[in-house]
């Protein structure tokens, strides 16, 4: 695989044979903390690293994270972070890890990561019928995106704001007519240049999503999809092809009235990704209610040509945007 930003980011370093130190980046923070994807790609890191190094769990050669179940105790604040882990079982066809994410004396994240060898088989292959409703449009001619011819089906933008930096490597695509239906976003998605995502980027991508509650109640916040495609569809009328450039800033923040808190991230990777990654991901993301606060995000990927490659579900609760910009506290 080409070189990896995120996992230079991320600067997993062993200090004993099971703890870890991890550095932050500013291309993750959301105001004065972290975003929930990027935690998430460091802890599938470290789980990784582990399982690959740790000599009893390297034995078992089961190299793939099948699953990955995160608890968000409390925020991540922009610092450096410990990561310790338990062995809690070291099986033959899979092995459970316990990973605890602690910033000074605080533990802010837990999560259970299960290993496993997607090459060897554990049982019987069959196709299903599922498939995503309603369809989405078809894909996208990937090289002319990226030479700004416009494509029949597919708009780009690009974010290059203050809020969640790592986005400005990152060309997005929405369907022409926008999101019509509620509940439902779709988009594809790169790193423009040489970057390719593994399965630790899959875990950002988890949470690389627009802001269903802000979509849901039009709000125009930083990431109410329908907002942020009514002005790539106008710049598309006079640029068509050419990215529209959308931004954010946190001087913006105190305008806002809501956040998404995620309390909970369950993924679950389908397939070990091509040794030299993927280059473009589809993602459909979908909600089934949002109700006093409580919201439910179902998140599916899927490589170039439309095959499964991870799922993930979110539990968010919906909060005052008070608490995260200019008066966020340490803990909810």
Known sequence: MKHSILKDQINLKQTSSHTYTISFHKDWTIGRVLHGGCVAAALHHAAATHIATEPKLAA?????????????????????????IRDLKVGERTSTLQLELWQGEKMKVVALATSINMDRSNGPTHPTAWALHPPP??????AAVLAHRPDEHWLPAHFAGDVIPFTRRMLVL????????????????????????????????TDYIPSMSDTLLRNGGFYDARANFAKVDEWAMEHPGVPAELTNFLKDAA?????????????????????????????????????????????????EKMDLVCVARQV?????????????????
């Open 174 to 205: 929405d369907p022409r007519d926008g999101f019509p239906v509620d509940g439902i976003c779709d988009a594809w998605a790169t790193f423009l240049g040489d970057e390719r995502m593994d399965a630790t980027y899959l875990a950002l991508m």
């Open 255 to 303: 305008k806002l009235t809501i956040f998404n808190n995620t309390v909970t991230l369950d993924i679950e990777f389908k397939r070990r990704l091509p040794e030299e990654g993927l280059q473009w991901v589809f993602t459909r993301l979908a909600s089934r209610m949002m109700e006093d606060g409580r919201l439910d995000a179902e998140v599916t990927l899927c490589d």
């Open 60 to 84: 078992k050669n089961q190299p793939d994270i099948l699953t990955l179940h995160l608890e968000f105790l409390r925020p991540c604040d922009a610092r450096e972070s410990t990561i310790a």
């Open 316 to 332: 968010i609760l919906v909060l005052d945007a008070k608490r995260k910009f200019g008066e966020a506290k340490s803990s909810l």
């Open 137 to 142: 449009k078809p894909v996208p001619d990937f």
